[in-house]
């Protein structure tokens, strides 16, 4: 199911679009009169990703892309691969290199969604469509997709306040946000914030540079430190390789019992500590939608099918330069010990024996999950 309710990221952002079209920036449009002229199967697709520390990118995005352009294109499209392993340096070489290559077409998830503008630009400039793909990079993108951001944050501030359950009003949480360099940070922080204010007390809460899970399990320790283990009721993790830091930072400190934890991305590790326990929740994402989706509107633009491509971006987002900015927004799903088989499983993205090795036999028999 898509969403198609209209998202205005940020108030910032919105003013920013607001006072720079009034003096004469671009606004988006769906027509494709500016990308390169209409090619064959043999298009070649740039996908610049963003790092490797946290799991799904070189497990699922990826692999799911580039399995689909070779299939939309009989075999002949390919697409040229770039991870930037957590530098936004790197990333604008890897970008400048395949406007040098000339690719047809670049799909970016930006390290940094601010600093890579200037790439986006020169990549345009030279006649080369860029897609802005999970993260909303800034500059003159031709089209967004993502999931609907907010709503992952709600899910997760929902589902801690019921992991918190009767003890939630008098509950203090640490609050483990992601990159700062990462628009989805403040979107996800945003969504929960909604859920949680008011109902809990943030004792404590990070940024968490480059979403590396040894920075998380450092601040978690520094959170520890400061306000005392015994009073820590659950922890808001914006995802699932920060969720791993968190929950070695409490064992560290001792605990045994772990409060409620969430998380995001439905990694391996996740899932598997949600069927012991260890973990409260995930948020499933489909990544094959998103990838999928992802490559057919790339190959759309470069073989000049607008109306396939038009029928794939049917939101609208304004970025902080640019505004009504075709996009699609996937809806996303709470993912806790009692819908395993039906997310996850069902999607073909973990299968229950990869899950249930044998650590996780006794728990996967309890929850029924075979
Ligand atoms: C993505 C998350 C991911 C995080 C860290 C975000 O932009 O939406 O799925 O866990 O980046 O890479």
Request: charged share 25%.
């Amino acid at each position: 199911m898509r969403r198609t309710r209209r998202v205005a990221l940020t108030v910032a952002a919105s003013a920013m679009a607001v006072s720079l079209t009034a003096c004469g920036a671009l606004e988006v449009s769906g027509s494709s009169s500016d990308a390169s002229p209409t090619k064959g199967d043999d298009v070649t697709v740039g996908l610049l990703l963003p790092e490797k520390a946290n799991t799904r990118y070189e497990q699922f995005d990826h692999p799911i892309f580039k399995k689909k352009v070779e299939s939309l294109t009989g075999g002949r499209g390919t697409v040229e691969y770039a991870n930037a392993e957590s530098s936004a340096d790197r990333q604008a070489q890897q970008m400048q290199r395949m406007v040098d290559d000339r690719v047809d077409v670049i799909v970016l998830d930006a390290v940094d969604a601010h600093t890579i503008a200037d790439s986006v630009k020169a990549a345009k400039d030279a006649g080369i469509p860029v897609i802005a793909y999970d993260r909303l990079a800034e500059g003159p993108i031709d089209a967004y997709i993502s999931f609907d951001n907010e709503l992952v944050g709600e899910v997760q501030g929902r589902s801690l306040l019921e992991g918190l359950g009767s003890d939630s009003a008098a509950g203090t949480i640490v609050m483990m946000n992601g990159a700062p360099t990462d628009p989805n940070a403040r979107q996800f922080k945003a969504g929960a914030l909604t859920e949680l204010a008011g109902n809990v007390r943030v004792g404590a809460q990070y940024d968490t540079k480059d979403w590396k899970p040894e920075n998380a399990e450092a601040n978690m320790a520094e959170a520890i430190r400061t306000l005392g283990v015994g009073n820590i009721d659950g922890v808001y993790s914006a995802n699932d390789g920060m969720a791993g830091g968190v929950i070695e930072a409490l064992k560290a400190a001792g605990v045994t019992d772990l409060p409620p934890v969430t998380g995001q991305d439905a990694d391996l590790a996740a899932v598997q500590r949600i069927v012991s326990g260890e973990q409260y929740m995930s948020v499933y994402k489909s990544y094959p939608q998103e990838a999928e989706d992802a490559a057919e509107m790339a190959v759309a633009r470069v073989q000049g099918k607008d109306i396939q491509f038009d029928a794939l971006v049917e939101d609208k987002v304004d970025s902080p330069t640019h505004k009504n900015i075709p996009a699609q927004l996937v809806t996303v799903v709470a993912l806790t010990k009692k819908n395993i088989a039906e997310t996850v499983v069902a999607d073909g993205i973990h299968k229950v024996s990869d899950i249930c090795t044998a650590a996780y036999k006794a728990d996967c028999a309890e929850i029924g999950l075979k």
